[in-house]
């Protein structure tokens, strides 16, 4: 009686009542004009054959003619009506696709066992007569070790991991295809780390770290488009693309990881922070990854944090330009700068620039920020020929690079024009209006208009 | 009075239009495709996320605002939408903590602060008003949820939404009870009111009689291990599992510190009958795992708080370990602590009929599995400055490995034995 956790029937929102399909009728109309052209067509034949019965010596090249000219009006208006509910319809979804092929990983590090100092200190203990370890059961031996949590343990009680330790583990890591291997390693690395900024406890004397063009090449060898030279590929819904290998998971939480010591031990430099920062926004672009947006989220506030004081508004320059250099011209930038959390100072600023050089790029325009904004104000929604998915990205990106830092504060002249320009797309639009993103761009600028006014 | 103070005080922090307004993007007539409602939704958190988080002195959301964003996380139809209202519910408590501890370190004092007639999305109340009855969180749905989760993972034709849905409000619920949980108990261990506790929404919800508390420790438990199963699996899937596993740990620690703190408040003796009796979930547990040996060690395998997996392994070990030596103890007075402690029983298998004994008692594979565990969360306590402990205990768990071998050549070292043998004997060597 009181099931409070069936979902499925509870909400009213969601539910699509069942008028849907007639009203979809009503403005398709597709079927409608198959049995329309049907009626007609065999109308025609009724006729034909009606004409054939009175006259046998009746000449139908001419006829058939007329009637091939008739099919074919049929068959274009049919394909004209779709074309303009095709417009109507579309207004697509963000998403990329930002992996393509996965290439063979490299070979693992089993060879090179014989080099693991624990492996040989152990092996001349006493405890290795129960024990039983031989060089050639050493690689078992390890990865049990690893999965069980010994390993752990051992190296963070004994504060210091061993070069090939640190090799294996990050190999692991990146490419295994196991997940208990994988994961444990990645348990492994995050506490070795996580231990040189705790206050109790040693911080483990790490031999070696991975660097940054390690890290880039997994990723490239999980089939992303890192280079910014390759355009970046829309997704597409029959996309036969396998996606990056569950891998990727464990690369992001090494790369949050090390950003998060940076600040005692700096592992990337400043331009790959930078590189690492619009990296994880293109993950976040691609569907294949949306389970994991908070796993990105989560990587991108480490990665955002570990700038230096003064080396922010810089790197954050050169990661907006970098960004909207690359970026399609579509939903997908809203996308973007809705990736950033812009809560905190330091997103806050980024998701500003972003979207401002996301305007400077949609609108091919190289002036001040008066300027930015009378070109919107500018913009005659009224007009047919009005491009209004583009009116709206540009509404979502003004709101978020003036209030997304003080600029709207500090400048109210900005201030101003940005609310007449709310008042065009709220007032001039019409709620008639039957335009692809006609009601969003007026029912956001409406809200919008709202906050403006009331302080 | 209060309740007019307290509605006045909502109307001031978020105006009434704004509420109606923002509100309204999610009052669509209806006529919508998944798509429509999913948009006006994501529009809807967006406004949320403008009003209450962006701006440094942003309008805390109301109890309305709340609920709807909760409605979405529970009802929402896609997993975009369910994320994002997920996401601004953790930042919306991060922003708005209804209960924290506030006054200065230097003096010591802390006290807790709350929010009277803060939203919850648990509702332990007996009336419930009618718009809220759907959404908010009775104690059987917390119970309910938590065996739909077991029931999710092990059969395939679940849905993948509902499956998803699930895992995101029952990681948000626990989180929700933790920011409740944690404040409340760090002023309890100082000032040992135990009210702070007894109004936590954790005791509220497990001391519903609509809980049957063995039952729902039981399904944690096989929900945790359900959760590891190591089959193929979409991403998205691997870092939701993890994440329901990790709720789920903390879900389980959090009891265990509750039921200690309301021990420590009976024996002050600031409970009152009303308080109730249960068993505390450490008995059950250990009880549990008692009965099933593949539970034990994929338990202890998951199962990753130190200081409560030594408890529980000790517990364990000490129903078979310290009852036979209790009465000599006694007479003979030496500190009866000695028992409950790793070393103290790891002391007992340095005596082959002893070590005999328990082996045969609890099985030879067990008894290593117990060991092992135990010694891996007692080396996250070794100091550094604490050398001898640490020499001692590597010791005594090297002894009882190679007594178990000594007792009965038959028994076989488990792998996870040799790895824990190994570990020891390489603590060791870095000490030396």
Request: net charge negative.
């Given at each position: 009686?009181?099931?409070?956790?069936?979902?499925?029937?509870?909400?009213?929102?969601?539910?699509?009542?069942?008028?849907?399909?007639?009203?979809?009728?009503?403005?398709?109309?597709?079927?409608?004009?198959?049995?329309?052209?049907?009626?007609?067509?065999?109308?025609?034949?009724?006729?034909?054959?009606?004409?054939?019965?009175?006259?046998?010596l009746?000449?139908?090249?001419?006829?058939?003619?007329?009637?091939?000219?008739?099919?074919?009006?049929?068959?274009?208006?049919?394909?004209?009506?779709?074309?303009?509910?095709?417009?109507?319809?579309?207004?697509?979804?963000?998403?990329?696709?930002?992996?393509?092929?996965?290439?063979?990983?490299?070979?693992?590090?089993?060879a090179?066992?014989?080099?693991?100092c624990?492996?040989?200190?152990?092996?001349?203990?006493?405890?290795?007569?129960?024990?039983?370890?031989?060089?050639?059961?050493?690689?078992?031996?390890?990865?049990?070790?690893?999965?069980?949590?010994?390993?752990?343990?051992?190296v963070?009680?004994?504060?210091?991991?061993?070069?090939?330790?640190?090799?294996?583990?990050?190999?692991?890591?990146l490419?295994?295809?196991?997940?208990?291997?994988?994961?444990?390693?990645?348990?492994?690395?995050?506490?070795?780390?996580?231990?040189?900024?705790?206050?109790?406890?040693?911080?483990?004397?790490?031999?070696?770290?991975?660097?940054?063009?390690?890290?880039k090449?997994?990723?490239?060898?999980?089939?992303?488009?890192?280079?910014?030279?390759?355009?970046?590929?829309?997704?597409?819904?029959?996309?036969?693309?396998?996606?990056?290998?569950?891998?990727?998971?464990?690369?992001?939480?090494?790369?949050?990881?090390?950003?998060?010591?940076?600040?005692?031990?700096?592992?990337?430099?400043?331009?790959?922070?930078?590189e690492?920062?619009?990296?994880?926004?293109?993950?976040?672009?691609?569907?294949?990854?949306?389970?994991?947006?908070?796993?990105?989220?989560?990587?991108?506030?480490?990665?955002?944090?570990?700038?230096?004081?003064?080396?922010?508004?810089?790197?954050?320059?050169?990661?907006?330009?970098?960004?909207?250099?690359?970026?399609?011209?579509?939903?997908?930038?809203?996308?973007?700068?809705?990736?950033?959390?812009?809560?905190?100072?330091r997103?806050?600023?980024?998701?500003?620039?972003?979207?401002?050089?996301?305007?400077?790029?949609?609108?091919?325009?190289?002036?001040?920020?008066?300027?930015?904004?009378?070109?919107?104000?500018?913009?005659?929604?009224?007009?047919?020929?009005?491009?209004?998915?583009?009116?709206?990205?540009?509404?979502?990106?003004?709101?978020?690079?003036?209030?997304?830092?003080?600029?709207?504060?500090?400048k109210?002249?900005?201030?101003?024009?940005?609310?007449?320009?709310?008042?065009?797309?709220s007032?001039?639009?019409n709620?008639?209006?039957?335009?692809?993103?006609?009601?969003?761009?007026?029912?956001?600028?409406?809200?919008?208009?709202?906050?403006?006014?009331?302080? | 009075?209060?309740?007019?103070?307290?509605?006045?005080?909502?109307?001031?922090?978020?105006?009434?239009?704004?509420?109606?307004?923002?509100?309204?993007?999610?009052?669509?007539?209806?006529?919508?495709?998944?798509?429509?409602?999913?948009?006006?939704?994501?529009?809807?958190?967006?406004?949320?996320?403008?009003?209450?988080?962006?701006?440094?002195?942003?309008?805390?959301?109301?109890?309305?605002?709340?609920?709807?964003?909760?409605?979405?996380?529970?009802?929402?139809?896609?997993l975009?939408?369910?994320?994002?209202?997920?996401?601004?519910?953790?930042q919306?408590?991060?922003?708005?903590?209804?209960?924290?501890?506030?006054?200065?370190?230097?003096?010591?004092?802390?006290?807790?602060?709350?929010?009277?007639?803060?939203?919850?999305?648990?509702?332990?109340?007996?009336?419930?008003?009618?718009?809220?009855?759907?959404?908010?969180?009775?104690?059987?749905?917390?119970?309910?949820?938590?065996?739909?989760?077991?029931?999710?993972v092990?059969?395939?034709?679940?849905?993948?939404?509902?499956?998803l849905?699930n895992?995101?409000?029952?990681?948000?619920?626990?989180?929700?009870?933790?920011?409740?949980?944690?404040?409340?108990?760090?002023?309890?261990?100082?000032?040992?009111?135990?009210?702070?506790l007894?109004?936590?929404?954790?005791?509220?919800?497990?001391?519903?009689?609509?809980?049957?508390?063995?039952?729902?420790?039981?399904?944690?438990?096989?929900?945790?291990?359900?959760?590891?199963?190591?089959?193929?699996?979409?991403?998205?899937?691997?870092?939701?599992?993890?994440?329901?596993?990790?709720?789920?740990?903390?879900?389980?620690?959090?009891?265990?510190?509750?039921?200690?703190?309301?021990?420590?408040a009976?024996?002050?003796?600031?409970?009152?009958?009303?308080?109730?009796?249960?068993?505390?979930?450490?008995?059950?547990?250990?009880?549990?795992?008692?009965?099933?040996?593949?539970?034990l060690?994929?338990?202890?395998?998951?199962?990753?708080n130190?200081?409560?997996?030594?408890?529980?392994?000790?517990?364990?070990?000490?129903?078979?370990?310290?009852?036979?030596s209790?009465?000599?103890?006694?007479?003979?007075?030496?500190?009866?602590?000695?028992?409950?402690?790793?070393?103290?029983?790891?002391?007992?298998?340095?005596?082959?009929?002893?070590?005999?004994?328990?082996?045969?008692?609890?099985?030879?594979?067990?008894?290593?599995?117990?060991?092992?565990?135990?010694?891996?969360?007692?080396?996250?306590?070794?100091?550094?400055?604490?050398?001898?402990?640490?020499?001692?205990?590597?010791?005594?768990?090297?002894?009882?490995?190679?007594?178990?071998?000594?007792?009965?050549?038959?028994?076989?070292?488990?792998?996870?034995?040799?790895?824990?043998?190994?570990?020891?004997?390489?603590?060791?060597?870095?000490?030396?």
């Amino acid at each position: 009686m009181d099931e409070p956790l069936d979902f499925e029937n509870d909400d009213p929102l969601v539910n699509p009542p069942a008028t849907l399909e007639q009203r979809r009728k009503k403005v398709i109309g597709l079927d409608d004009l198959l049995s329309d052209f049907y009626k007609e067509k065999s109308k025609i034949l009724n006729k034909q054959n009606r004409k054939r019965k009175a006259s046998k010596l009746y000449d139908s090249d001419e006829d058939e003619h007329g009637q091939e000219a008739l099919l074919s009006k049929y068959v274009d208006d049919c394909q004209n009506q779709m074309d303009e509910i095709d417009g109507e319809e579309d207004i697509r979804e963000w998403g990329l696709s930002m992996f393509g092929d996965q290439k063979t990983p490299t070979p693992s590090l089993h060879a090179d066992l014989v080099s693991c100092c624990l492996l040989k200190e152990f092996m001349n203990t006493q405890s290795n007569q129960v024990v039983d370890l031989r060089p050639d059961t050493g690689a078992n031996f390890l990865e049990g070790l690893l999965v069980n949590g010994c390993l752990t343990r051992l190296v963070l009680t004994r504060a210091c991991a061993e070069k090939f330790i640190c090799k294996w583990t990050v190999n692991l890591l990146l490419y295994s295809s196991k997940e208990d291997l994988r994961s444990s390693a990645c348990d492994f690395w995050c506490s070795i780390l996580s231990s040189q900024i705790e206050i109790n406890g040693a911080p483990v004397e790490i031999d070696w770290l991975p660097n940054y063009q390690e890290l880039k090449e997994a990723l490239e060898s999980y089939g992303f488009r890192i280079n910014s030279s390759q355009d970046v590929e829309l997704a597409k819904a029959d996309s036969e693309s396998q996606g990056p290998p569950p891998n990727i998971r464990a690369w992001l939480k090494l790369v949050a990881a090390c950003c998060q010591i940076r600040c005692k031990n700096p592992i990337f430099s400043t331009s790959q922070v930078e590189e690492i920062v619009e990296i994880l926004v293109w993950l976040l672009l691609d569907r294949g990854l949306h389970g994991l947006s908070l796993l990105l989220h989560d990587c991108l506030i480490s990665v955002i944090g570990s700038f230096k004081k003064e080396e922010w508004v810089s790197s954050c320059e050169e990661i907006a330009n970098s960004l909207a250099s690359r970026v399609p011209q579509d939903i997908n930038c809203l996308r973007i700068v809705e990736s950033v959390s812009g809560i905190d100072a330091r997103s806050k600023l980024l998701r500003s620039s972003i979207s401002n050089k996301m305007l400077v790029v949609l609108l091919d325009h190289k002036g001040s920020d008066a300027n930015l904004l009378s070109s919107l104000m500018s913009i005659k929604v009224k007009e047919k020929n009005c491009n209004l998915m583009k009116t709206y990205i540009f509404l979502v990106l003004a709101e978020n690079w003036l209030f997304s830092s003080k600029l709207a504060e500090e400048k109210p002249v900005l201030r101003d024009m940005w609310a007449v320009f709310l008042r065009n797309c709220s007032c001039q639009i019409n709620t008639t209006d039957l335009r692809p993103y006609a009601s969003k761009v007026r029912t956001r600028a409406a809200y919008l208009l709202q906050g403006c006014s009331s302080n | 009075m209060s309740k007019a103070s307290s509605s006045s005080r909502v109307m001031n922090s978020y105006d009434g239009g704004l509420e109606a307004n923002t509100l309204a993007m999610l009052d669509s007539t209806g006529d919508k495709d998944d798509r429509d409602a999913n948009e006006d939704r994501l529009m809807f958190l967006g406004a949320v996320r403008s009003a209450s988080l962006v701006p440094e002195n942003g309008i805390p959301p109301s109890k309305k605002m709340y609920q709807a964003i909760f409605r979405i996380l529970r009802f929402g139809k896609r997993l975009e939408v369910i994320t994002a209202s997920f996401q601004i519910l953790k930042q919306l408590h991060q922003r708005f903590p209804w209960v924290y501890v506030s006054g200065s370190a230097s003096s010591g004092k802390h006290e807790l602060e709350t929010i009277e007639e803060a939203w919850s999305p648990f509702n332990f109340g007996s009336d419930v008003g009618s718009d809220d009855k759907e959404t908010s969180v009775r104690s059987s749905s917390f119970q309910q949820l938590i065996q739909n989760m077991n029931k999710g993972v092990s059969e395939p034709e679940e849905s993948d939404l509902k499956i998803l849905r699930n895992m995101f409000l029952f990681e948000y619920l626990v989180h929700f009870l933790k920011l409740d949980f944690t404040p409340r108990h760090q002023v309890y261990e100082e000032t040992m009111d135990w009210s702070l506790l007894k109004e936590s929404s954790l005791n509220l919800l497990l001391a519903s009689r609509k809980v049957n508390f063995k039952h729902l420790m039981k399904d944690c438990l096989s929900t945790m291990c359900a959760l590891v199963d190591p089959s193929e699996k979409s991403i998205s899937m691997v870092e939701l599992q993890k994440g329901s596993l990790s709720a789920m740990k903390e879900l389980l620690v959090m009891i265990m510190e509750l039921d200690a703190s309301k021990k420590k408040a009976d024996i002050e003796g600031v409970t009152t009958r009303g308080d109730g009796v249960r068993t505390p979930a450490l008995e059950i547990i250990v009880d549990e795992l008692t009965y099933d040996g593949y539970l034990l060690s994929s338990f202890l395998q998951v199962f990753d708080n130190p200081k409560w997996k030594l408890e529980i392994v000790l517990q364990y070990l000490t129903k078979y370990i310290t009852k036979p030596s209790v009465r000599t103890r006694r007479s003979n007075g030496p500190p009866a602590d000695e028992s409950k402690t790793l070393n103290g029983i790891l002391k007992s298998f340095s005596n082959g009929t002893n070590a005999k004994n328990i082996t045969k008692k609890i099985g030879p594979g067990i008894v290593q599995i117990l060991i092992g565990h135990a010694f891996l969360a007692q080396l996250t306590f070794a100091n550094a400055n604490e050398g001898d402990s640490l020499t001692e205990i590597c010791n005594s768990v090297i002894s009882a490995f190679t007594n178990l071998k000594r007792v009965d050549q038959k028994i076989e070292i488990l792998p996870f034995g040799k790895e824990v043998l190994f570990t020891a004997e390489m603590v060791l060597k870095a000490k030396a």
